[in-house]
């Protein structure tokens, strides 16, 4: 449909859109377009940024929670091996080192070579458990003393009394024995006797006290 305008041309122009209105609705919507464009940028850039510090902070509490549960893992292991060690004290604190034990009675036997005072030998050893924990081992020791003189016995008991490992024993037998010949020997007369000693409870002994005993006698 064609419209034609009959107004002259001077009342045409107050028709029209005013320039001054025209540039103020303008300016009008290019800041608001910048106020929201300003806003988004602002606000997406706090989010990014946010988003990359929760990441930080997400990662840092993943390695946290590893550290937390390697830690865990490593006190399950310091507790085995605890128990483990305590363990292995506890069977070393309750037995006795017989190496070293043979080794101080033979050092009695020989008395550093001296016959004079007495030359003894074994029949045999035996060790057993006293059948009672608050003890410890029996051991029995049936051997010979040269010659017929009893003071020969009662000088290998003191001896053997004076020896290291005689501080963890609680009870002996008492010097004693019986003559015996036998003419393969030279001499041929021999006083036998039954060397008899009970060791104390593992607790008791000296190695695992800590002020260690002195041998009896020294």
Partial sequence: M?????LPEDLRRS?????????ATLAAVVLVCSGVGWFGLVW?????????ERAGVEDSLRQKRERVTYHDSLEVEKKDYESRSETIQNICKSRLCWTEVLDQIIDVVNNDGNTERHMAWFRSMSARDAGDPKAGPVVQLPGYVQGAKVNKVGDFHDDFEHA??????????APGG??????KRSPPEALAFDLRFNFKAPKDWARNNKKPAKPAGK
Avoid at 17 to 23: D, E, G, P, Q
Avoid at 44 to 52: M, N, P, S, T, Y
Avoid at 164 to 173: G, R, Y
């Fill in 2 to 6: 064609i419209r034609i305008n009959l």
């Fill in 164 to 173: 290291p490992f005689f501080v963890d024993v609680a009870e002996k037998a």
């Fill in 178 to 183: 019986s003559v015996e010949l036998d003419h």
């Fill in 15 to 23: 028709e029209r859109t005013s320039i001054k209105l025209f540039a």
């Fill in 44 to 52: 997406f850039g706090e989010l990014a940024q946010l988003e990359e």
